[in-house]
């Protein structure tokens, strides 16, 4: 999972530092912080049926917190924001993808669907694992939402050192 944590934040690097800029802009670092994304794209990408798939469950779920974070600032900017985000992305990625991707955005936080495509099925998934992990547990007990999820190393097999170095670049 180190390499895919390492290889994917490289290669989506413009895309990492726009979702960290966002999450800056609305000082926006509790449940749904960077770390939250990152972890949710992981899950993603693990969770996927095919290689192509992961890829783009990873992007999704790196993007995923749009709607919580805009919600902070002006549900008029969301497609502002989304566009920016789809502006990071490589060429290497269709628009028939982007679409799949956009889809999964607007759908994840929905119940199952049979008409789910399969970026959604992933990223549904990725996202209710991410939530049902012991960090939010240790967060609830200590009423802190905003604590620092340094701890999220072990779920990568990162270093704590290997993980402030790829945020810190991000
Ligand atoms: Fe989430």
Redesign the pocket.
């Known amino acids: 999972m180190r390499s895919v944590l390492i290889q994917m934040c490289e290669k989506y690097r413009k895309l990492v530092n726009e979702v960290q800029y966002i999450h800056r802009l609305v000082a926006f670092d509790g449940h ?1 912080g960077l770390d ?2 990152l972890m ?1 794209a992981q899950y993603g990408y693990l969770i996927a049926g095919d290689a192509r798939t992961s890829e783009l469950a990873w992007v999704a779920g790196l993007m ?2 749009i709607d ?1 974070l805009i919600s902070l600032i002006s549900k008029q900017d969301v497609q502002t924001f989304l566009d920016g985000f789809i502006n990071c992305l490589p060429d290497s990625i269709s628009s028939e993808e982007i679409e799949l991707i956009v889809e999964a955005l607007g759908e ?1 936080s929905k119940l199952n669907d049979p008409d789910d495509n399969p970026v959604t099925v992933a990223l549904k998934d990725a ?1 209710r694992l ?2 049902l992990g012991f960090l939010n547990l240790i967060r609830g007990g200590q009423q802190r939402p905003n604590l620092h999820p340094l701890l999220w190393v072990f779920m990568t097999d990162c270093t704590q050192s290997q993980l402030l170095k790829i945020l810190s670049h991000a």
């Open positions: 749904h939250h994304d949710v995923h917190s919580r994840h996202d991410a939530n």
